[in-house]
């Protein structure tokens, strides 16, 4: 494959996994090519990454489609062998060979040696089956050399803190780990396909992980995320409080304009409103088809929280219970929404979905919790298991409030299938899909 084309389909992988690549950012990589000696790989990389990276997150997934596309070797010249007996003193050589290799810190040598032990025992079915980390992980277990390795390096320097070469270790078994990992990505990609591989081995940025989908990992890396996101939309929420409805007139400011104009008021002026916090009410379904999204929900209650003057949280399924108690500063995600699980009463006879019914409630008991201050916050998947939507009782609420805004967490090409009423929703109030970060801060930006 000619460099172009290498690059070309670098680009192109780059963009399908997500990562923000434009057509200008793409021929700025090219020029930066020109200024770097091409051999170098350290180099090749370090050029594509200062004209294409743009966030610390997407670095990962940049340098594994980088090893893919621009590979350090091409092809194998090991011979494939048959797994090794337990004893077998070629097995016991090649242990003492990699410990050697993580005492030393030798990156290049970690990398050839890795390279090696995956020719040799990374595939499968007696040497002609696909390839496999695992194998060659298991078989070398390199994890079981931290004894040994501690013993020597302690004995060797003394006083060392065993703290500290415990984690280097670590960090260096892990780093053998990953060049297994890489070398068995390569050799499947020349075998099977570059675009395959990467579709199959790049997870997609952390702003565009699928709520839905999102594990308690990325639930960690959302929370961390999530905080400026809540200041923006407290922000924006306050801006077009103040500018929404002008202040009461000026009399004075008015009367000396009209002066200019022969005493004829033909420019009014007002007092600025006096800027404030404003409030906020948030509706959350938790039934079990957006189990994901409540996690998601929770932390974005939780980050509004500091920055508006009163948020009071509802969660609903078929019942509809206030959960604002479960976010106390300090409060743990994950202990919140189990909780609220065991604690809050949202459950009412089916457990199935009922957002009129919930809605319905809602108004009985909580009517008085949005006024005009209020901003209405709407999350759901507007699925009401064919039940009555009730329309009317949302107008009213919409009515009272100030602002109020619908975020769905299905894609918008799904709406209005099956039970879902995400269109006569949106007839009365702003529904907006809202999968993702990104989606998330496309809305925030909506406000201005």
């Known amino acids: 494959m000619a460099l172009l084309d290498r690059h070309i389909g670098f680009v192109a992988a780059l963009r399908e996994a997500g990562l923000p690549v434009s057509l200008a950012e793409g021929l700025d990589a090219v020029h930066a090519l020109e200024a770097v000696d091409l051999g170098d790989r350290a180099s090749l990389r370090a050029a594509y990454a200062a004209t294409l990276v743009k966030r610390p997150a997407h670095r990962e997934a940049f340098d594994l489609l980088f090893d893919l596309w621009f590979p350090a070797v091409m092809g194998s010249t090991e011979e494939s062998r048959d797994r090794p007996a337990y004893g077998d003193p070629e097995l016991a050589r090649l242990r003492d060979e990699l410990s050697g290799i993580l005492l030393s810190g030798d990156d290049e040598a970690l990398r050839a040696f890795a390279r090696g032990a995956v020719g040799a025992y990374g595939r499968g079915n007696g040497g002609s089956g696909k390839w496999f980390s695992y194998q060659v992980l298991r078989i070398l277990s390199a994890d079981t050399l931290m004894a040994g390795l501690l013993n020597a390096v302690l004995a060797e320097r003394g006083g060392l803190d ?40 790049v997870r997609p940025p952390l702003e565009q992980v699928d709520f839905l989908r999102a594990t308690r990992a990325d639930l960690a890396a959302l929370r961390r995320e999530i905080h400026p996101l809540a200041r923006r939309l ?186 879902s009423a995400a269109s006569v929703y949106a007839e009365v109030m702003p529904m907006h899909e809202c999968r993702n970060l990104t989606q998330l801060a496309e809305f925030v930006e909506t406000l201005a």
């Open 234 to 419: 407290a922000t924006r929420l306050t801006v077009r409080n103040r500018h929404g409805r002008r202040g009461r007139l000026d009399f004075r400011r008015t009367v000396r304009t009209s002066l200019s104009t022969g005493g004829v008021p033909l420019t009014t002026h007002h007092r600025p409103r006096r800027p404030h916090k404003p409030e906020l009410v948030v509706l959350c379904d938790a039934s079990d088809s957006v189990s994901s999204f409540a996690h998601f929900t929770l932390l974005l209650t939780y980050a509004l929280r500091e920055q508006f003057a009163k948020v009071r949280a509802f969660a609903f399924i078929d019942g509809l219970d206030e959960v604002t108690r479960f976010f106390a500063p300090g409060a743990d995600v994950v202990e919140a929404i189990t909780r609220m699980t065991n604690e809050a009463d949202i459950v009412w006879v089916s457990g199935h979905s009922d957002y009129g019914r919930a809605f319905a409630v809602f108004e009985e008991r909580y009517g008085d919790a949005i006024t005009p201050k209020t901003s209405l916050l709407i999350l759901g998947d507007a699925r009401t298991n064919y039940q009555d939507p009730g329309l009317d009782t949302v107008r009213r609420l919409i009515g009272r409030a100030r602002h109020a805004y619908w975020l769905n967490p299905e894609p918008a090409r799904d709406w209005d299938s099956g039970d």
């Open 162 to 201: 065993e703290k500290v070469a415990r984690r280097t270790f670590a960090r260096r078994i892990a780093r053998f780990e990953e060049l297994v990992g890489q070398d068995v990505r390569r050799r499947i990609a020349e075998e099977g396909g570059l675009e395959r591989v990467a579709r199959a081995n």
